[in-house]
């Protein structure tokens, strides 16, 4: 099939039957596979394509074609003809290049035929039947003026390219084939000119993002933006080829004469693939392929992910769909086992920057700085971009990354277009299920579409039950005894005694771990999230656009919690230990004859609410070489929590012989050293207590459970944010250098966070639980396949006594002197001091950039520097708390000196930055660069409320004979860290939907934030301006070496931290295998990091010795750890998968997988780690159309390996490095495989 067409003198000729196996052709209308290709050459393979594959690609030609009509539509013309007798397709070819008219047929339709010559002036209805008048070929002209030679397109034609224009009602006029003559501008005398145009998706109608857009003869490359636009400023006249390119559709290009006198407009309408490639581009393939062509036209490296060219976006909520990026790891909620964040190459949540729209979203809790994810539900999203090199336009923090949500604009949608979504999910037996429902409208209006508007309403609502198991690291005991002193003796008593920096085990046979406490929790949780979208769009002109988005997400969660801790009273006394032949040691016993404390608390949050408001207004205007682009923004995030909690009353417990099992007893040293399991290195199996049935039955005994206290508080956080951005490019044509751009953005921020309300409840006379009818009942441990019993009480029977029984018989009354008789419990209010309330930090930052690029030859370099001015205003109230040599409290001074003291800081920083792409090939682009970012502190390590104690008893420091001063607080003159990163990528492009990545990073940080604690008189002066004007004070500040003076103040760590590491990935469609295995495809990335750094720690407990080395004493000393591990970074992380894409099905088989990550930093290399984890999940899904709507039905199963009893997050001490085993502390269960069903329909 060929569609031949002349514009001004210039051929175009759509040889559409034709793509090179190799794709090293072009589908094109010059009839040319590049240069150096003769036409001639696609006569080959004119029969091999198939009947589909000609109607597809007859469609996309009739949709490029069809809005203006050829000289069949105007008055008749009369043009000179010199053709001898020929093959008829080239006769057909040469009556277009003189006519100028449009001709669509098929080489397999005219094979053989030869035209009649044609010589002498003719009209172009004279023509056509001249040259037909011998082969008995029928033609027709359609509605659109292009001539259909053959029977197939005489009766069809103009119906096929009635159904394929309705996909691109967006701009009037739209050339896609060619530029109507307009009369020359007033100067006349040929400038230069923009070209313009948009690139759709045969079908769909969809915009494609990231289109590779060149002039080929000038080498003028640009790719299409969010709206599928390009446009190229500066072309001079004259004639060129206009070429585009995406991955996963077949080529095109075009020629354009350029005459100076308007703007030329070519828009082009892309076919999926080929019958050779076979390229299925629809479901998560055409999500992949938008995704792709992103990544590869980026000016830096990123990772993209795409909703699909219907509009869908894989998975519910944000977290879920970023799990198997490249790079990112999760952080998830214990509540849920939901991502709630993500670290990004290692580097913590805080690092990194997410961004919804343009407008940074907020912390709603006013403590910290990175927003939660679990409440992003997915319905409007058409882009996820997580940047990993930054340019100077760009945030000045993100040193991990910068993560921009972008939601769909009603111009990326058709004109008229509705969809619905239903979802259900079940989890295991027990652990709870929900379902989600989700609906947008969207439509353009106005004479030419220039208005839009949509709305998205997503709900999900859903049930879960956690059940785990913890041990505390106080709580754990290291060694069965402990080394002897350095002067020789039995004398130390504890392994704080220990020098911190000796790896466990201490000695060669002491390696036994027991501990002395279980906490058991079970929690019932009922999560609402509700996701609002309204999003505005106004092409004012084809200079401006306006868009307008607002975002409301609101969760809603009600939590049941009931927990359980069994506590031993374990320590070091002096015993000879049998496996040393008697010799004396301090040896691990189960003391105060053998008791067992138990503790017991429930907890009822109900509607405990995260809600962030987004509202963004954005816009872009093209003034001849310049574009703008102008932002304002507003985002709010507040926390409401309300907290019930029934703290239970548990005599103590001392166990006998009788009610506890024989493995309790120590095989060598024959006694009892713990009434738990020894902990076993590499053991993940739940550490059931080692009681007897009598042990069980006595502290599951309901009479032993009184009443203690009930606590009711309301907690409140707030975190609103103002932010306007503007900049400015302008773009050089015919340089090297390719644009200048210079940016301003403030932004100004209030955190507020605080407790707001505190109710107690209080027994009066010794009441048991079963006196309220509150009987604990068996536990959910046999849920995880444990047979421990630990009674607890239903969420049925406590909830009405907390909410209602509680508040309406409690009395307020003080118990001493006014409490009437028959009084059960006693209420005691209290609300937070006005001046609590009245505290906050502010935050203004001020941003300013100079961007610019150049060109050499295929290198492209992009620079500048980005500077940042942030000033902090932290108003807190301080209330010092003073007690005498007695220990008697000072009231009254408390009283007079409770007040609000504000402290202010600023700091501005020059972040230079320096990115470079070499374009090898169009499909091969190696990166590299250099940037400088900041990572802010958290708030709370900015700003808290003070905490001012001075006890003048001396009882205190290393010797307890001194009094103290403490000082707990935060400090505003805390600098960001600054994080130098340097990158390097190699990628490669498969135009099948596929890509090869391989890339290393590299980061060193300077003044990484650390909280620690400083003592002495050197920190003083830091905390002096919050301490009242007081004798009492002024003498720590005059005498501080006669005080023990203890300051718990963050600082930063001023010594070196770096991290590195290489990430790849590979993604490849198996187009070349035959029938429907070419449907299958296969994606895959790996990303490795190491970290180092520098860790301050203290050793309080340093012996003295004297002359003949006996220890006299024991002093503080302060060190420096080398070779630590980032917390929060996994070494390894990675995701392998099978797709499938073809007949309409998409499906997806993946593994993911992360590796255990550092969570914090303790001594004696006993480090706490989240263990690695890895899930299987599989999604298919159907789709298909019916009537004018497009159906999708599907399936998905989540970590289909993890049963019920697997626990899905485990949490260890100990390094696991060949010197210090790794012990199991804790599991979390959350029912293990979850299932989802789902249907969606678009209109």
Request: hydrophobic content about 35%.
């Amino acid at each position: 099939m060929r569609t031949s067409v002349q514009l001004r003198g210039t051929v175009f000729v759509f040889l559409l039957n034709y793509i090179s196996p190799n794709r090293t052709g072009r589908t094109n209308m010059t009839g040319k596979t590049s240069r150096s290709t003769q036409s001639n050459a696609f006569k080959t393979s004119a029969l091999k394509t198939n009947t589909f594959k000609k109607w597809a690609l007859t469609g996309c030609a009739l949709s490029v074609l069809a809005t203006y009509g050829s000289a069949f539509a105007q008055e008749a013309k009369v043009f000179e003809f010199k053709m001898n007798s020929v093959d008829l397709g080239t006769a057909l070819t040469e009556f277009s290049i003189t006519t100028g008219n449009q001709v669509l047929f098929n080489d397999a339709d005219i094979a053989g035929m030869s035209a009649a010559s044609l010589n002498g002036n003719y009209t172009t209805d004279q023509a056509i039947k001249v040259l037909l008048a011998e082969t008995g070929v029928q033609y027709s002209v359609d509605a659109n003026g292009t001539l259909l030679v053959g029977d197939r397109f005489v009766s069809k034609g103009a119906k096929q390219a009635e159904s394929i224009q309705k996909y691109a009602q967006v701009e009037t006029p739209i050339a896609t084939t060619r530029t109507v003559v307009k009369p020359k501008g007033s100067s006349g005398d040929g400038v230069p000119v923009e070209v313009t145009g948009v690139i759709f998706a045969e079908g769909s109608g969809a915009r494609l993002k990231g289109a590779r857009i060149e002039i080929e003869e000038t080498g003028q490359v640009v790719s299409t933006d969010d709206l599928g636009r390009f446009r190229l400023t500066n072309v001079a006249p004259g004639e060129y080829t206009l070429s585009v390119d995406y991955l996963g559709f077949a080529p095109q290009s075009t020629v354009i004469t350029v005459d100076g006198s308007a703007e030329v407009k070519q828009h082009f309408t892309l076919t999926g693939g080929t019958e050779e490639d076979a390229v299925y581009v629809y479901g998560s393939r055409s999500a992949r392929a938008q995704a792709l062509n992103l990544e590869r036209m980026a000016p830096n490296v990123s990772t993209v992910l795409s909703s699909d060219l219907l509009g869908s976006f894989t998975g519910t909520t944000l977290s879920e769909s970023l799990r198997r990026a490249p790079g990112v790891i999760f952080e998830r909620s214990s509540d849920t086992g939901d991502g709630a964040n993500i670290v990004v190459r290692g580097l913590a949540p805080d690092f990194n920057v997410i961004k919804m729209n343009g407008v940074e979203l907020p912390d709603g809790t006013g403590v910290g700085r990175s927003a939660n994810l679990s409440n992003i539900l997915t319905e409007s999203i058409s882009k996820v971009t997580i940047s990993k090199t930054l340019l100077p336009s760009q945030d000045s923090s993100g040193a991990g990354g910068l993560v921009e949500i972008e939601t769909k604009s009603p111009f990326d949608r058709p004109k008229r277009y509705a969809s619905f979504l239903l979802e259900g999910t079940k989890k295991g037996s027990g652990f709870g299920g929900g379902y989600m429902a989700a609906g947008t409208v969207s439509g353009t209006f106005g004479k030419n579409d220039q208005f839009g508007l949509a709305v998205s309403l997503q709900y999900r609502e859903r049930e879960t039950t956690r059940i785990s198991y913890n041990t505390r690291d106080d709580t754990i005991f290291f060694g069965q005894y402990l080394p002897l002193q350095v002067d020789g003796t039995p004398s130390i008593r504890g392994i704080n005694y220990v020098d911190p920096r000796t790896p466990f085990p201490f000695e060669s046979g002491a390696d036994e771990v027991y501990i002395g406490q279980l906490g058991f929790t079970s929690s019932e949780v009922e999560v609402e999230n509700l996701a609002f979208t309204l999003s505005g769009a106004w092409e004012v002109g084809s200079h401006s656009r306006l868009f307008f988005d607002y975002q409301r997400l609101d969760r809603n969660d009600t939590r049941y919690t009931s927990g359980t801790g069994i506590t031993a009273k374990l320590g070091y006394g002096t015993h000879d230990i049998n496996s040393l032949g008697g010799e004396p040691r301090q040896a691990l016993e189960w003391q105060s004859n053998q008791r067992l404390n138990i503790t017991s608390s429930y907890n009822y949050l109900p509607d405990t609410e995260a809600i962030t408001d987004v509202y963004s207004f954005r816009g872009e205007s093209d003034l001849g070489n310049w574009h703008l682009n102008y932002l304002a923004g507003y985002t709010e995030g507040t926390t409401s929590r309300e907290i019930n909690v029934l703290n239970v009353s548990v005599p103590t417990f001392h166990l006998t012989s009788n009610e506890l099992l024989p493995e309790a007893f120590h095989t060598i040293e024959g006694r009892v050293l713990s009434p738990f399991p020894r902990l076993l290195p590499g053991d993940g199996s739940f550490p059931e207590p080692l009681l007897s049935e009598a042990g069980f039955n006595l502290i599951n005994d309901p009479e032993n459970y009184g009443f203690g206290t009930i606590r009711h508080t309301v907690n409140k956080g707030r975190n609103e944010r103002y932010i306007g951005e503007l900049s400015a490019r302008y773009n050089f044509n015919g340089s090297r250098f390719k644009y200048l751009e210079a940016g301003l953005s403030y932004k100004e921020s209030e955190f507020r966070s605080g407790l707001h309300k505190n109710t107690t409840y209080y027994d009066i006379g010794g009441l048991t639980l079963a006196d309220f009818g509150l009987v604990p009942r068996s536990s959910s441990l046999a849920d995880i396949g444990v047979s421990t019993q630990l009674n607890q009480i239903s969420r049925a029977d406590l909830v009405p006594f907390l909410v209602d029984y509680v508040p309406s018989i409690a009395v307020d009354c003080n118990p001493s002197s006014t409490c009437p008789t028959g009084t059960l419990l006693r209420r005691s209010v209290s609300r937070a001091s006005p001046l609590l309330l009245q505290q906050y930090t502010n935050e203004d930052e001020f941003a300013a950039y100079v961007q610019g690029a150049f060109e050499i030859g295929k290198l492209e370099v992009i620079g500048g520097v980005r500077m940042t001015k942030v000033g902090i205003e932290a108003v807190n109230l301080v209330a010092p708390s003073v007690y005498d040599e007695f220990f008697s409290f000072d009231q009254e001074f408390y009283d007079d000196n409770s007040v609000l003291k504000g402290e202010t800081a600023e700091q501005t920083d020059f972040l230079p930055r320096l990115l470079a792409n070499y374009r090898y090939k169009d499909n091969v682009v190696f990166r590299g660069g250099y940037y400088l970012s900041v990572a802010r502190p958290q708030i709370e390590l900015l700003s808290t409320t003070p905490n001012v104690f001075l006890a003048l008893a001396p009882y205190f420091g290393p010797s307890g004979n001194q009094p103290t001063l403490t000082i707990v607080k935060g400090n505003p003159n805390l600098v960001p860290a600054k994080t130098h990163s340097f990158d390097f990528s190699a990628e490669y492009y498969d135009n099948a939907v596929g890509v090869l990545k391989i890339g290393a990073f590299y980061k060193r940080i300077d003044d990484l934030l650390e909280s620690s604690v400083s003592n002495g008189e050197g920190f003083l002066s830091e905390v002096a301006n919050i301490l009242p004007d007081d004798p009492r004070f002024q003498d720590v500040l005059d005498n501080p070496t006669d005080y023990d003076i203890v300051l718990v103040v963050p600082e930063n760590n001023d010594t070196k931290a770096e991290i590195w590491g290489f990430e790849t990935s590979l993604e490849k469609q198996f187009t070349f295998l035959p029938g429907v295995w070419k449907g299958f495809g296969v994606y895959a990335n790996y990303t490795y990091t190491n970290s180092s750094k520098e860790q301050p720690d203290r050793w309080f407990k340093h012996p003295v010795l004297d002359e003949s080395g006996a220890v006299t004493g024991y002093e503080t000393e302060d060190f420096i750890v080398s070779d630590v591990r980032f917390d929060g970074q996994a070494k390894h992380s990675g995701t392998f998968g099978l797709t499938y894409n073809q007949y309409g099905v998409d499906a997806n088989l993946a593994y993911t997988a992360q590796a255990r990550r550092q969570t914090g930093y303790d001594d004696f290399n006993l480090h706490d780690f989240e263990e690695g984890y890895g899930t299987l999940d599989f999604r298919i899904e159907y789709n298909f159309d019916k009537g004018a709507a497009q159906y999708r039905v599907y399936f998905e199963g989540a970590d289909l390996t993890r049963g019920a009893d697997d626990p899905y997050i485990q949490t260890s001490i100990g390094a696991d490095d060949g010197v210090t085993p790794k012990y199991y502390t804790g599991g979390t269960y959350y029912g293990g495989r979850t299932f989802k069903v789902g249907v969606s329909a678009k209109f």
